[in-house]
């Protein structure tokens, strides 16, 4: 089980069923995000009266968001390619790289977030809204979730170097990483562009 | 928040349990300071991560459930036994059956079937634990905090009272202000991140820390059932989440997902409900039929007929689960082709369901039936869930279900359901695992005691329940005039419902004294088991198995008895991993409870500085690179000379 | 353990006679009306094919617990091993679908069936009523003859009604057994529902989906009346009973228990429920609960139904609604 052609965050068995742990808690948040989604579409044309998608969502600043996060989950793979490498500092830098990424993305969406405040959309405007900030906001604090977790691993990293156990924890965060990506192309194309064509 | 708002006053029967509730609590700490057992309770249960103590406390946590929602269960019968009872008010009622409901599905059945399942798995697989028994650990302490927290309800600031269902409009705000059914979106929520938890640990537990060579068509049928059940837990409970999710923003921040105003749709909530309730049931429902295939196989001593075919139908019953919820509510006002494909899809699971009832009875034809108190209970379990299925087909068929819709008949049917389905398996495995356990069984008379009050007093609570059904009662009603002549069947249901109380004390009394006066000298196998349970020590050691065994077939252990190939060599042992205790499980699990009690009340910024104390347990756990220790050889060749004898 | 079974024995001796009495007086197989009878029709299908495979079951099940149970004499007996059985497998596999099959013909049938106005009814123009469930009282619209009854329904017999179905709060269920079986009310939705009394008479109706404290008292009778004195009831109620003004409306939306009344007009000049804006006349307030604390506003229910009924024979008796439920 320990050849050298398998990778370091795979040697052992523990490691092996963590990671398999994490798929399957994967395929639950799958689940979550669907219920979601699903639930969104129900209420996406209950406005009550309240601003619908098209008149409040600003394009510009969604496809701002989504070239800095499909950036960061480029970067964590980057930082995955320099672990297997063994490469610490490379991995440190571009791991650091991805957060800085990640922060943007969130402060780019509490921006934005506070912007349909201002137009009088808050969560408790209408079903429609309601909907909305709880995807968005599920999907926001998950991100919040990874930065916090990831920062904690670099820690980890930076101290007791690339081991099997370091690694397969920092494997781990980032297919929750990449993870979050996917959903967040989900959420543009069937929240914000179908939002816009109305 | 005044204090007599925050305590529940003013009912007679409620100050009584606060009384109680205080004295045992003082009670209770008073004689563990006594016993000077605060370190043993610590260091043995409460940081414990070894998956048979984890199922011990699932089971008592279960036990205890049991006495308080049959209590409950006992209250309703008293206040319909006669027409119109003042014994207890409507809002009382309407408490008393809400807290019933959830408490038997979820703090009851869950915590008994996955305490069962966390005995027993591992150990017929032949594994040394869980696959991660940290989060083992975690996911009972929230499930514990969780119906901990619903609990207190019923004292402290008021129960929930819009059903186990909860079905919005009424579930909102606007209809039941009082923080009730706060309890219910926040207590459920946490227990459910602990059950979601086991359900990934089981999954990954059963594909990856088999024994070498059980394949998977060589897997004792109930790891079959608890592997399905457990895949059914992952794509199910984040259903349950997410509404839960928005009732609590709806209560507690007044958005509208599910409100009457301003776009909410309450439909939305039973659609979410019954997207994860339905297949809820068969999580509960399939681990039992799993135990009642190891009893019914064991006390024929017969292999199982059909395993083939009952391990696809399980997996038949778990697909079509995901697909019948719109059966909960036909009366919605479908289309007629929507409630004729659901009626479709409910009617289909009978054909899986029986093939297994067929399976059973053929594993014990041509076999020979010992009437142990486990096999009494699979027994009976035959002829009422079939009552159980018969009335489900009937309330399949759309059409019809416009006269059963909540009346009594639909209560009598998921009880016959329900009741057969799981409290009879978990009486049965608990019969037969306890020795596993504890390394004595449970007496047998006093069993039979236990076993004929409660079945007898199951059929005479239940059976009534179809007739009122058909004459016009609805559920829920907590009174009803003489006029409508239900008054004798439900008279007769309610000295039924003492008489199965009866037996649950006979249950009780039997636990009581098998502890006490029970012999110990059982052995590892005392029923002359098909499986890898049985293969080691009774009660088992904490690392499982010396040796991890290896299986060439199905019921290997069965045949490794016939061949005396049972034992183990010296020159095999070798040191054993084992995971070390870990205070991080119950300091998360007493976080998320301080963290929910307030959002329960709505005290925001209490709310938020106490979460800080579940980012503390979080961080920790993150830094932990706690390793585990070894069993050292000689430890391990002591332990098992105790009753094997003389290694060779 | 001689007397436990002795005593279940005795048991059983006195339940079944108790079950027989019971059953062929039971609301669901005493249908009065076409949709109910069909719905019953299907109901003792279904019962027939259950009690079958009841039997085959439980007869089965004791044969082989009786045959194969342990003996003492027998401790070294050691069974066959069996693998199963393709050809019996098959078997059971294959008579469930077959029953499937049995069972979803009739079911589809009636689904579709009573969706729809009754056979032999298809000439009549239905008469329409808007139901609105409230807590915890029935409120019915005749929108063409203009007049609003409460807790009771009059229908002229052997003639389709179809109600249209809406709640101003909280989700009901509205169940006729004797005439239709039932359907959900709520709020910012309309279900219908087709109903016909075969013959004058009085019928049980009731919310089966809880809504509160309330919801225990949430019965209404139905009132099937020749032609004729149906049209003299709305005559006499046209002439005799009060309008109904916003106000009283709104009062009458409160979370009460109250009895029968009457109305010229309607509410559905000012609201229909099904297309929203119940949320003004909701207070949550009303809704607080106080432990041991008094039914909701039961002051109320006794004063107001004398005076604002309408005399007509029927209702006299207007104190217990479930004089609907005859045969008792």
């Given at each position: ?198 | 928040m005044s204090l007599d708002e925050f305590f529940v006053t003013g009912d007679p029967l409620i100050l009584g349990s606060q009384i109680a509730i205080g004295l045992t609590m003082v ?37 205890l459930m049991?006495f308080r929602g049959g209590v409950d269960g006992l209250l309703m019968?008293a206040q ?6 003042g014994f207890l008010d409507a809002q009382h009622y309407d408490e008393i059956f809400t807290t019933h409901g959830v408490i038997?599905?979820?703090f ?37 905090v969780g119906a901990m927290l619903f609990n207190i309800s019923f004292v402290i600031g008021g129960s929930p009272d819009a059903g186990w269902?909860s079905?919005?409009?009424l579930a909102g705000k606007?209809f039941t202000p009082g923080v009730g059914n706060n309890y219910y979106a926040i207590a459920l929520?946490i ?60 209560r507690l ?223 829920r009603?907590y ?114 409870g301080i963290?929910g009690f307030f959002l329960v009340f709505e005290w925001?910024?209490l ?42 | ?209 809880f809504?509160g404290r309330g919801y ?39 979370p ?28 949550p307030e009303l809704y607080e609960i106080h432990h041991g604390g008094e039914e909701p ?32």
């Open positions: 089980m320990t050849q050298a052609n398998t990778p370091l965050e795979y040697r052992s068995h523990q490691s092996q069923m963590n990671i398999l742990g994490f798929w399957i808690f994967l395929g639950a948040e799958i689940v979550l995000f669907s219920t979601l989604f699903a639930s969104y579409f129900v209420l996406e044309h209950n406005t009550a009266g309240g601003p619908a998608g098209q008149d409040i969502f600003i394009l510009k600043d969604v496809l701002i968001e989504t070239f800095l996060l499909l950036t960061s989950s480029f970067t964590a793979g980057l930082a995955i390619h320099f672990m297997r490498n063994n490469a610490k500092n490379d991995m440190i830098v571009w791991t650091i790289v991805t957060l800085l990424l990640g922060a943007g993305f969130l402060y780019m969406e509490i921006n934005e977030f506070i912007h349909y405040v201002h137009e009088g959309a808050t969560i408790q405007t209408s079903g429609f809204t309601a909907a909305f900030f709880t995807l968005l906001g599920t999907h926001g604090a998950h991100v919040t979730f990874g930065i916090i977790w990831i920062s904690l691993l670099l820690f980890q990293i930076a101290k007791r170097g690339i081991t099997e156990k370091t690694s397969s924890k920092f494997f781990i965060a980032s297919l929750y990483w990449h993870f979050l990506d996917v959903v967040w192309i989900f959420i543009f194309t069937f929240v914000y562009l179908k939002g816009m064509v109305g | 009670g209770l700490v008073a004689l563990i300071t006594y016993l000077k057992r605060w370190k043993w309770l610590w260091r043995e249960w409460f940081t414990t991560v070894d998956h048979k103590k984890i199922g011990i406390m699932y089971i008592l946590a279960g036990v049991f019968k319909t036994s006669r027409p119109e009872l038997m599905i979820l009851m059945a869950m915590p008994l079937l996955i305490g069962i399942m966390n005995v027993v798995v591992p150990l017929q697989i032949g594994a040394r634990d869980v696959a991660f028994p940290k989060l083992n650990a975690l996911s009972f302490w929230l499930f514990f269902t079905y919005f409009p606007e929520q227990a459910g991140i602990g059950t979601l938890a086991t359900g990934i640990n089981f999954v990954v537990t059963i594909i990856k820390m088999r024994a070498p060579g059980m394949s998977w068509m060589k897997m004792p049928i109930f790891t079959w059932t608890s592997f399905v059940t457990s895949i059914l837990i992952v794509a199910a409970f984040p259903i349950f989440t997410v509404a839960l999710a928005f009732m609590s923003l709806d921040f007044g958005t509208h997902f599910f409100t009457v105003a301003a776009g909410g749709d309450p439909m939305l909530w039973l659609n979410l409900f019954w997207l994860w309730g339905h297949p809820e049931v068969y999580i509960v429902v399939l681990p039992a039929f799993g135990m009642f295939s190891e009893v019914i196989a064991t006390f024929s001593r017969k292999n199982l007929f059909g395993y083939k075919s009952m391990v696809y139908a399980v997996a038949g019953i778990a697909f079509l689960s995901m697909l019948v919820w719109v059966h909960h509510f036909y009366t919605m006002g479908n289309s007629a082709a929507v409630n004729s494909i659901f009626s479709l899809t409910t009617i289909m699971i009978a054909i899986p369901t029986g093939v297994k009832i067929f399976n059973w009875l053929f594993t014990m034809r041509k076999g020979r039936i010992e009437f142990s108190n486990a096999m009494l209970w699979s027994l009976a379990f035959i002829p009422c869930f079939t009552i159980g299925g018969v009335t489900g087909v009937m309330l399949a068929m759309a059409a019809a279900d416009y006269q059963y819709h909540n009346t009594m008949f639909l209560v009598a049917h998921f009880h016959y359901v329900l009741i057969p389905g799981v409290v009879f398996a978990v009486f049965a495995g608990l019969y037969y695992w306890w020795p596993k356990m504890f390394g004595f069984k449970l007496n047998e008379k006093i069993g039979k005691w236990h076993f004929w009050l409660f079945v007898i007093g199951f059929n005479m609570t239940f059976m009534p329940m179809f007739f009122v059904g058909l004459d016009g009662m609805s559920r009603m009174t009803y005039s003489e006029s409508t002549g239900w008054a004798p069947w439900l008279g007769f249901s309610a000295v039924g419902s003492v008489v199965m109380a009866a037996g649950f004390a006979a249950l009780c009394y039997n636990i009581y004294w098998s502890f006490r006066y029970a012999s110990r000298d059982v052995g590892s196998d005392p029923w002359n088991g098909r499986t890898l349970e049985w293969a080691t020590a009774s009660p088992a050691p904490h690392y499982n198995f010396a040796v991890v065994p290896e299986v060439d077939r199905i019921d290997d252990f069965w045949y490794k008895k016939k061949e005396g190939k049972t034992g183990i060599k010296k020159s095999d042992l070798k040191p054993v991993h084992m995971p070390s205790n870990s205070w991080t499980p119950i300091f998360l699990g007493v976080a998320f963290v925001f910024t709310a938020v500085i106490s979460s800080i104390l579940i980012v503390i347990g979080l961080v920790a756990n993150s830094f932990d690179y706690d390793d585990g220790y070894h069993i050292p050889v000689d430890e391990l060749e002591e332990e098992e000379r105790e009753w094997r004898g003389e290694l060779k | 353990m001689k007397a436990l079974k002795r005593g279940m024995l005795l048991l059983t001796m006195l339940a079944i006679p108790l079950f027989l009495a019971g059953c062929d007086r039971l609301i669901v197989f005493d249908p009065k009306g076409p949709i109910a009878r069909s719905l019953t029709d299907l109901i003792v299908y279904s019962i027939i094919f259950m009690l079958v495979i009841v039997v085959v079951i439980f007869v089965l099940f004791g044969y082989i617990v009786w045959k194969y149970r342990a003996r003492k004499d027998d401790g070294d007996f050691e069974p066959k091993e069996e693998k199963g059985n393709h050809t019996l497998e098959i078997i059971w596999f294959a008579i469930p679908i077959v029953i499937v099959i049995a069972l979803m013909i009739p079911t589809t049938k009636t689904i579709y069936e009573v969706e729809d106005v009754p056979q032999g009814y298809e000439e009549e123009e239905p008469l329409v009523i808007h139901v609105t469930s409230a807590d915890w009282k029935w409120i019915f619209s005749y929108p063409d003859q203009d007049i609003e009854t409460v807790n009771y329904v009059n229908i002229p017999a052997d003639h389709p009604v179809q109600f249209k179905m809406t709640s101003a709060g909280t989700m009901q269920s509205f169940w006729v057994p004797e005439l239709a079986g039932q359907k959900y009310t709520m709020a910012n939705m309309q279900t219908k529902l087709y109903m016909v009394a075969d013959n004058p008479g009085s019928y049980y109706g009731r919310n089966t989906n809504n225990a008292h949430m019965d209404f009778e139905v009132q099937a009346l020749e032609r004729d004195d149906f049209n003299e009831w709305v005559q006499e109620v046209k002439d005799t009973a009060n309008q109904l003004t916003e106000d009283e409306y709104a009062e009458l939306l409160k009460t228990i109250i009895g029968r009344k009457t109305y010229n007009q309607t509410h559905l000049q000012w609201i229909d429920h099904a297309h929203g804006g119940s949320e003004k006349y909701l207070n506003a039961a002051d109320e229910q006794t004063e107001n139904t004398e005076q604002e009924q309408v005399e007509t024979e029927e209702n006299a008796s207007e104190s217990s609604s479930h004089e609907g439920h005859s045969h008792h």
